[in-house]
């Protein structure tokens, strides 16, 4: 079993909607989550950090449950320009950021 | 520099050939990482460096592989003796300290072995 699984997409959405990605995680012991947005061909970029008691920057909320051990991302009022591949990353455990990355969520937004 | 650095953008080679793959992290950034990138897969952590010291190098993949950062800058990733399962996407990342900081990422070098 992969560390942190995603679900491959794509998710094929029209402009304005909302769309939810979801993650599982494997080591309990992970302390630190984060949603990476990679362009294609591009370098992975941090979109925004998980809380535990929920985040929200701007059209994009992330939600993590440690006891289902399970990362959740939602965007509302999709855009053309959110097209991307959506990366669920874990920190393991080590004091610096070693960061496992999800194969990624693909997003494909159309007018 | 403005961002993470990474040289070759591509490069192309021949089985049983060396490669070394630099990478310049953005400058003040202690921690430096290595990750590689097949196509439709997130980035696998290769290993990494605080300052010049290699601290993690658990995801070598094999002894073809090692990387130096011998003044705590630029690092370099050396594959000796390529093999064709080598060919992929090799990305840099830095950040500012050791602890879970944010990663900036390079643009990767792509590399096919032929």
């Known amino acids: 079993r992969k560390e942190v699984e995603q679900d491959p997409g794509p998710f094929n959405v029209p402009e304005g909607a909302t769309v939810a990605f979801n993650c599982t995680y494997s080591?309990?012991?992970?302390?630190?989550f984060f949603w990476y947005r990679q362009d294609c061909r591009k370098e992975p970029k941090l979109l925004m950090s998980v809380y535990s008691s929920g985040n929200e920057d701007g059209r994009f909320t992330a939600q993590l449950n440690r006891a289902s051990q399970y990362i959740s991302l939602l965007i509302r009022d999709s855009k053309l320009s959110d097209s991307a591949t959506y990366l669920c990353v874990v920190n393991r455990p080590g004091g610096y950021n070693k960061l496992i990355f999800g194969a990624g969520t693909r997003l494909a937004v159309h007018p | 520099g403005a961002g993470v650095s990474q040289s070759p953008r591509y490069k192309v080679t021949k089985r049983g050939q060396d490669v070394a793959l630099r990478c310049d992290p953005i400058s003040g950034h202690v921690s430096l990482y290595w990750y590689r990138q097949a196509l439709g897969q997130g980035p696998e952590f290769l290993t990494y460096f605080n300052y010049e010291a290699q601290q993690d190098k658990s995801g070598l993949p094999n002894d073809r592989f090692s990387a130096e950062r011998p003044e705590g800058s630029i690092s370099t990733l050396t594959i000796q003796r390529t093999e064709q399962r080598d060919s992929a996407m090799y990305r840099c990342?830095?950040?500012?300290?050791?602890?879970?900081?944010?990663?900036?990422f390079g643009s990767g070098t792509q590399l096919s072995v032929l």
């Open positions: 080591n309990s012991a992970s302390q630190s």
């Open positions: 990342a830095s950040s500012l300290g050791g602890g879970n900081e944010k990663l900036f």
